[in-house]
């Protein structure tokens, strides 16, 4: 993470409620519009991340868009809004981390951003909303417990 991509980010203005109606009512993944959004998050320290580089013109992206969109509904449905299922376009705007390649996903656990990309878990399992939340389980962010429980229910089947 760019250490000055932090510094401009202003007090949270973008809550973790926001993101769970915001996911509820379109019934996606959040896509970012402003960086400063996903970066007051981010400094928050209170989520989980599961973040999506995408580009439009990506086939693979397409592809795998309802899957990872499904991953999302199913979390905001369920009020688990201590992981954060987003997509940045990485034509838009600079990813905040690497990504030479889309998709790339990458996993950051809560507590865990303090500007070291090797806290960043890449993520490189089959594109399946189960396989996403197992990853999330896998990875012991903060909401591993809650995702474990959907998965148990077969919420994400």
Request: proline share 4%; with cysteine.
């Amino acid at each position: 993470m760019n250490p000055e991509q932090l510094v401009h980010a202003e007090k949270a203005a973008f809550t973790f409620e926001d993101y769970l109606n915001k996911v509820k009512t379109s019934g996606k993944a959040l896509q970012i519009d402003d960086p400063k959004d996903f970066y007051s998050i981010y400094r928050n320290k209170d989520a989980d991340i599961f973040l999506d580089v995408f580009t439009t013109w990506c086939k693979y992206c397409v592809i795998m868009e309802p899957e990872y969109n499904k991953f999302a509904r199913v979390l905001a449905e369920n009020d688990v809004g201590n992981v954060l299922v987003v997509k940045w376009d990485r034509d838009r705007f600079k990813p905040p981390v690497e990504a030479r390649t889309v998709p790339t996903i990458v996993f950051i656990a809560a507590g865990e951003q303090d500007g070291d990309d090797q806290r960043v878990y890449r993520y490189n399992r089959e594109r399946s909303a189960r396989d996403f939340a197992q990853f999330v389980v896998d990875a012991n962010g903060r909401s591993a417990s809650a995702v474990q429980k959907l998965l148990n229910e077969g919420k994400f089947d």
